[in-house]
């Protein structure tokens, strides 16, 4: 089975400018979630969707934001961009959305702002 | 609050030594407790969770509710267990609660 796949890979981008990040999950998962894993701040939870809703939001503004397809297909989009959104966004998938289910991890898209 | 903290950023042992990767949380109600590690040029995986209360690659975690604590222990450290090591929390809001991470670097 495919794991989880996210593209680009890496991203440079500039300040000011946008940017969507994609994250295919494993087939069958319907739960995707991002996390934004910086050296400072570590792996902070972004946001989960799950059947094409926001499903779960973590602490970050309004310039960071998500959808979900019918397929489970997920984008994340980030906003008129800042220095500090430099970092390895991760998504990972998972069956179900609730405690018990275990999640999967893709291997990340790192983003650099100049 | 939910809060999960691992006061060690890096920790170093001899192969063959034991190790306690420590993690403690803050948490009011029931939660569920995770270890994800990430070897060199690898991603992040699952390593145990609590509620299974399995052995892996050697590795054990006991949930301690009275110290709110879930530390990673192994016997006997071996090479390829040098890794990154993340303790996680899912509380009521489902939301996976991350610490910042333990560098274990096992020396021959």
């Known amino acids: 089975k495919a794991g989880v796949t996210q593209t680009p890979r890496y991203l440079i981008k500039t300040r000011g400018q946008q940017v969507t990040l994609s994250c295919s999950p494993i087939?069958?998962?319907?739960?995707v979630s991002w996390y934004q894993q910086t050296p400072g701040q570590g792996l902070q939870f972004l946001f989960e969707?799950?059947?094409?809703?926001?499903?779960n939001k973590g602490n970050f503004p309004g310039r960071f934001s998500g959808r979900q397809f019918s397929n489970s297909r997920s984008e994340m989009n980030v906003s008129t961009l800042e220095l500090g959104d430099s970092a390895l966004y991760l998504c990972?998938?998972?069956?179900?959305?609730?405690?018990?289910?275990?999640?999967?991890f893709g291997p990340g898209t790192r983003l650099t702002v100049t | 609050a939910q809060r999960v903290t691992q006061p060690e950023k890096l920790l170093s042992v001899f192969k063959g030594a034991p190790v306690e990767l420590k993690c403690n949380y803050s948490?009011?109600?029931?939660?569920?407790l995770f270890w994800y590690v990430q070897y060199s040029r690898q991603r992040l995986q699952l390593l145990l969770r609590?509620?299974s209360r399995e052995s892996i690659k050697g590795f054990t975690a006991d949930l301690n509710k009275g110290e709110t604590s879930f530390h990673l222990k192994k016997p006997f450290a071996q090479e390829e267990d040098s890794a990154m090591y993340y303790c996680?929390?899912?509380?009521?809001?489902?939301?996976?609660?991350f610490g910042t991470g333990t560098r274990l670097q096992v020396f021959p």
């Open positions: 990972a998938s998972s069956k179900n959305s609730g405690k018990a289910d275990e999640q999967y």
């Open positions: 087939s069958g998962h319907r739960s």
């Open positions: 969707y799950f059947s094409e809703t926001q499903r």
């Open positions: 948490y009011s109600g029931s939660p569920e």
């Open positions: 609590h509620i």
């Open positions: 996680a929390l899912r509380g009521n809001t489902d939301k996976l609660i």
